[in-house]
């Protein structure tokens, strides 16, 4: 018994000596030698009493000495030390157990979510939960390793532990997140700027080709009919132009401000509701016109006829005016007009009448639209449509002819076009355009095609009773226009007074009658009297 005793005294002693990797073995033989031991005693002890006696207690288990321990495994979360493992469980050694919990937390820190670290009794053992994820199982040996009192203490350290190192992570992790989402808001921002940029210049790129290239511009025609005219379709491309240009660069603003929103957790809710509000209406309207494609179709069908009906009562009359085609009941000259008020009629009767028939609902969203569009408009053209509701009768009733000299409202010249909104005059100072409301207020004097051009001619005294004053006036005019005829306006003791009147066409005519008349009395050494006030004629 001594020599047993002896045996195990020197294998703890070697323990001692030996380095960490050797302490497993060791530690099993030391295992071996205190059972066999604990044996003998037991064998040589007497037979216990009926009351057992205090000595025959067994002591409390103490903490096994740190040399005798096998070699931790220690568990990290990148470089934070949160435990280390020593002893297997479950038939999985502490390397294995560390390298379970090393994936298990760092699944934790790489989730995204603010997981609770939590324990669980389960039998015997302590688990260690982070969110729904195990992450550690300690049992009694993990306890008596550790020289712990209980796996409960051991458990609440651990998870303490836990707790910290995923705040930290989770912390530092935030805070790389959010450098990131900055730099990405800058870099979008730098993304977006060069975008925008390019769609300025190629914007400009295309309107500098459309202005400098107009004859590049195509009709478009369907068949022989000309649909659109080049002029309109290049101002169409120009307004286009411009307008993309505008949308485009909204929508990177807006798809860059979203962005940002989006990148940050505070910020997240703004950008669901700033999409929400612009997609959510563009959303319904999408569905709303992929729900009546068919219509739609058919509407585009019946506005290209429209564009081609009225593009072709357009180029018929435009046909009449110019003689290529005759009509009994419309004269070239009324052709103009009867186009306008045509193609006003067909469209109107469009909107009004077919577009009911077309949609298929007489108090459909179309046509409450074309009745507001139409009562909008007439509410705004009251003025153009009293104008031209006068020209219609001043035209068709042909009282002003195009070629004829006429005085409306005191201004006068000869008449270039009567159209169904205005009087073309054109005088020696230039063209005077005078609507048909304005003849409601003011006097017309129709002069006719040769109008009459008068001077005022104001002698001395010594011209008083001189026949030949008369006809040299008479002659001299005679040179200038057709009718001329001198009339006596005043004589008193100063001289006379002579009214010369011709009737000539030419717009410098009366210009030209004051030097003729001027040049034949200073001929005839005729005095000449002082200006008074003429009389009117």
């Known amino acids: 018994m001594h020599l047993l005793r002896l045996g195990a005294i020197a294998v703890a002693l070697i323990a001692l000596t030996l380095p960490p990797r050797a302490l497993a073995a060791q530690d099993a033989a030391a295992q071996d030698a205190a059972t066999q031991d604990a044996a ?68 934790a820190a790489e989730s995204g979510t603010d997981a609770a670290v939590r324990t669980e009794r389960r039998g015997d053992a302590i688990v260690i ?20 009192p209980s796996v409960d203490a051991l458990g609440n350290q651990v998870a303490q532990r836990v707790r910290e190192t995923l705040k930290k992570e989770q912390t530092r992790s935030a805070a790389l997140v959010t450098l990131l989402s900055a730099a990405l808001v800058v870099l979008s ?79 997240r809710a703004y950008a669901e509701r700033l999409s929400g509000f612009v997609f959510g209406p563009l959303y319904s309207l999408i569905t709303r016109l992929i729900g009546s494609l ?25 046909g009449v005016a110019r003689g290529q085609t005759t009509l009994d009941w419309l004269p070239a000259d009324l052709a103009a007009p009867t186009s306008i008020l045509v193609r006003a009629a067909v469209v109107l009767g469009f909107f009004v009448i077919a577009a009911p028939l077309v949609t298929g609902d007489d108090d459909g969203a179309l046509v409450r639209a074309v009745t507001v569009v139409v009562a909008a408009l007439g509410l705004a053209t009251t003025p ?62 129709l002069l006719g095609p040769e109008p009459p051009v008068c001077v005022d001619v104001a002698l001395g005294a010594a011209a008083i009773g001189q026949d030949d004053v008369r006809e040299l006036l008479l002659e001299s005019a005679a040179t200038v226009g057709k009718g001329a005829r001198v009339e006596v306006l005043q004589i008193d003791a100063e001289g006379i007074h002579y009214r010369v009147t011709i009737r000539s066409a030419a717009l410098g005519a009366r210009g030209e009658l004051l030097s003729v008349v001027a040049q034949a009395l200073a001929a005839a050494e005729v005095p000449l009297g002082r200006a008074r006030a003429a009389t009117p004629a």
């Open 129 to 148: 939960l982070a969110g729904e994820r195990a992450v550690f199982e300690l049992g009694p040996e993990d306890a008596a390793a550790a020289g712990e």
């Open 384 to 445: 153009l449509l009293a104008s031209a509701a006068v020209g219609v009768a001043v035209v068709y009733g042909r009282r002003i002819s195009v070629g004829d000299f006429a005085e409306i409202g005191g201004r006068a010249g000869r008449v270039r076009a009567v159209s169904l909104l205005e009087v073309e005059l054109e005088g020696e100072e230039g063209t005077t355009r005078v609507p048909h409301l304005y003849t409601l207020v003011q006097p017309t004097r």
């Open 40 to 107: 003998t005693q037991d064998a040589a002890a007497p037979e216990p009493s009926a009351a057992p006696s205090a000595a025959a207690v067994p002591p409390a288990p103490t903490a096994a000495p740190a040399a005798l321990l096998p070699e931790a495994v220690p568990v990290r979360l990148r470089k934070e030390l949160i435990f280390e493992l020593r002893v297997p469980r479950h038939g999985a050694s502490a390397s294995e157990r560390a390298r379970a919990a090393g994936v298990a937390l760092r699944a």
């Open 294 to 318: 068919p219509l739609l179709v058919v509407a585009a069908i019946a506005a290209v006829a429209l564009i081609v009906l009225v593009r072709f009562i357009g180029l018929f009359f435009e």
């Open 189 to 267: 921002g730098i993304i977006a700027l060069f975008f925008a940029r390019k769609i300025g210049q190629l914007a400009d790129r295309m309107r500098g080709f459309l202005e400098e290239h107009p004859e590049r511009i195509p009709a478009i025609r369907l068949q022989s009919i000309e649909v659109i005219r080049p002029e309109s379709l290049r101002a169409a491309l120009l307004i286009g132009t411009a307008a993309a240009r505008v949308l485009l660069r909204l929508g990177i603003v807006y798809g860059w401000v979203l962005i940002s929103l989006s990148l940050f957790e505070p910020t």
